[in-house]
């Protein structure tokens, strides 16, 4: 028997299965929501639609090539950033492109500069910030609390024949939690600039609704990928207090509580990312706005 194949082959399947998981769904639910939402419509036509459904397709197909790559290369768990990190790259090529202004554009006056609170919802502000604050300092906050350890345990408290030997646990290494820390911290820049050419974009170039769905999408894509950082590292800090069932206490109640607690954030960043893509239709052309008494175009 040829155990060097047989040993590629499973970790073949291994790799693939972790790339229908971790690439996978992120991709299927956020590239349907794509297609349904920028769907061709008798009723209300709309000239960005076809744009936006092209250039996001393409940044997550990008995203889709570098997260397989990255399950192969890299740690896993950052392949669903990667996927994000393509799909931003997509809504920036395609729908943030500074077009010339068009001849026959009606230009009309507007008071009211562009701010991010007239295109963010706050609470997206908020738990971005709050969840990169935790995903940098918890490494520096455990440090500081020795991990759980545990002595010889008799696995079937029936069997007090078979015991088992004790365990001390330990603390996510540097190669863990380090990306995700730059991984946190980045996203955040990233969400800065974005919306940053969001709002400093003129009339002539992106419509308004066009300027709304681009900030959501950067928004809850901004959001996915924190949660999902955070929930990575949730599931890291739980190894750090495992203990087996049998021994109970404290040390098992908190570990089991992060593992769901983790859980529930990666799927909570995917959910969010997904719902904040939800494209709306708006008017098909740009109004041209000028500047009045000094304020933004």
């Known amino acids: 028997m040829n155990y060097g194949v047989g040993s590629f082959g499973i970790l073949l399947i291994v790799r693939l299965a972790s790339t229908l998981v971790w690439v996978g769904i992120p991709v299927l ?10 769907r061709k419509r008798r009723d209300t036509p709309d000239g960005n639609a076809k744009r936006t459904r092209r250039s996001r397709l393409a940044g997550l197909g990008l995203g889709a090539l570098g997260g397989a790559i990255t399950v192969w290369l890299a740690p896993m768990w950052l392949a669903p950033i990667v996927v994000a990190v393509g799909y931003l790259t997509g809504v920036r090529n395609g729908e943030l492109e500074d077009r010339p202004a068009q001849t026959d554009a009606v230009r009309v006056a507007s008071l009211q500069p562009r701010t991010a609170r007239h295109y963010l919802p706050l609470w997206t502000v908020v738990v971005s910030i709050v969840a990169a604050v935790l995903t940098i300092s918890a490494p520096i906050v455990v440090a500081t609390v020795p991990p759980a350890s545990y002595g010889p345990y008799h696995p079937f408290p029936d069997a007090t024949w078979i015991t088992l030997p004790g ?3 330990a603390w996510p290494s540097p190669v863990s939690w380090i990306p995700l820390v730059v991984a946190a911290a980045g996203a955040l820049v990233a969400g800065a600039l974005l919306i940053r050419r969001v709002l400093r974009l003129p009339a002539a170039s992106l419509a308004e609704s066009a300027r709304r769905n681009a900030a959501r999408t950067i928004a809850g894509t901004v959001v996915g990928v924190e949660l999902l950082a955070l929930g990575t590292q949730v599931l890291f800090t739980a190894d750090g207090i495992a203990v087996p069932d049998v ?3 404290l040390d098992y109640t908190i570990s089991r509580w992060l593992i769901w607690s983790g859980l529930a954030l990666v799927v909570a960043g995917i959910v969010v990312w997904c719902v904040l893509a939800w494209w709306r239709r708006g008017p098909a052309g740009p109004t041209t706005t000028v500047a009045v008494s000094g304020t933004q175009t």
Request: no cysteine.
């Open 247 to 249: 021994i109970g206490g």
């Open 167 to 169: 365990h001390q646990d």
């Open 29 to 38: 639910l956020v590239g349907a929501l794509i297609l349904w939402t920028t």
